[in-house]
């Protein structure tokens, strides 16, 4: 994709999971080391579900929960990455590719820096893009609220689209 690419629409997502105890953190498709995992029906990925709203906000789709019920048992347990490549689909079909992602993911636990560049060319992967049009950045709540506290974490992504 061009550096130039002209941004049509943009989106933005948001997603908040209670953590529980357990191995099995996946932020972004990437298996990151800690001693708790999101709570979900699907695997709990944070930064997928709020990168598939931001893009399904951009495209004009209806929202994830209503394209992947959490009543629906196809969904349950599923790597969310298989989730972000058929809304991908479901956005080139309307006419649009994504240009650049902006991610910002909210832990307070583990240190997130050395699992940012993964991240990030794991999606980049998954929407076709070049790293450079992919920024993840992680931030601590510096204790204050439930993310704060350890009980939960975040995630926002704003995505820009271009037409095809
Ligand atoms: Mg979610």
Redesign the pocket.
Do not use: V
């Given at each position: 994709m061009s550096e130039n690419q002209e941004i049509h629409r943009v989106g933005i997502g948001t997603?908040?999971?209670r953590l529980e105890p357990g191995g099995g953190l996946r932020l972004g498709g990437v298996d990151v080391p800690f001693d708790k995992r999101l709570a979900?029906h699907?695997d709990?990925?944070?930064v997928c579900?709020?990168l598939i709203d931001a893009l399904c906000g951009a495209a004009g789709l209806p929202d994830?929960g209503e394209q992947f019920p959490d009543t629906d048992p196809q969904w349950k347990g599923v790597d969310?990455t298989r989730l972000v490549e058929k809304v991908v689909e479901r956005v080139r079909d309307l006419g649009y590719a994504a240009v650049n992602i902006d991610v910002v993911i909210h832990a307070e636990r583990p240190k997130l820096s050395p699992y940012k560049a993964a991240i990030a060319e794991r999606l980049a992967d998954l929407l076709g893009l070049e790293t450079s049009a992919v920024s993840v950045k992680a931030k601590t709540n510096e204790g204050v609220d439930a993310v704060g506290r350890g009980e939960a974490m975040a995630c926002t992504v704003i995505a820009g689209l271009t037409g095809l």
């Open positions: 997603d908040l999971h979900g699907s709990g990925d944070i579900h709020a994830i969310s």
